[in-house]
């Protein structure tokens, strides 16, 4: 059993960045890819990052390529999602997952841990 908790959102202008942490129970974690997922209101949950347990292969959606960064600390149980020159349309609930596979996936039903979620509101 793994427990996710996220933290770090808040409002923040366009341009500006946000640092999300999440932190992991268990002493497994090393062995779970993770993921960062988002869902803004009325649409539905969508990918936005993934790192390996290694650390060593990440995947990001289009949209987020070059302004957010995915990493991970083994050592300390934590994946983070850095998001720089955010935009109005980043806006959403932002949710870490973490999943058994070796690699990640950008299919949320390949995971099978999930957070609480954590608010991240852009504004123009």
């Known amino acids: 059993q793994v427990q996710l908790v996220e933290s770090g959102g808040g409002l923040v202008q366009a341009g500006g960045s946000l640092r999300l942490s999440c932190a992991a129970s268990?002493?497994?974690?090393?062995?779970?890819?993770m993921g960062w997922f988002r869902q803004a209101p009325g649409k539905e949950r969508e990918f936005v990052s993934t790192?390996?347990?290694?650390?060593?292969?990440?995947t990001y959606k289009d949209s987020v390529k070059g302004r957010f960064t995915i990493s991970r600390d083994n050592a300390k149980n934590t994946v983070y999602l850095q998001m720089n020159s955010l935009k109005p349309e980043d806006t959403a609930v932002y949710y870490c997952?973490?999943?058994?596979?070796?690699?990640?996936?950008?299919?949320?039903?390949?995971?099978?841990?999930w957070g609480q979620g954590t608010q991240v509101t852009v504004s123009s």
């Open positions: 997952a973490a999943s058994k596979l070796i690699i990640g996936t950008i299919t949320g039903s390949e995971y099978d841990y």
């Open positions: 268990g002493r497994t974690f090393s062995s779970y890819a």
């Open positions: 790192i390996s347990w290694s650390g060593g292969s990440t």
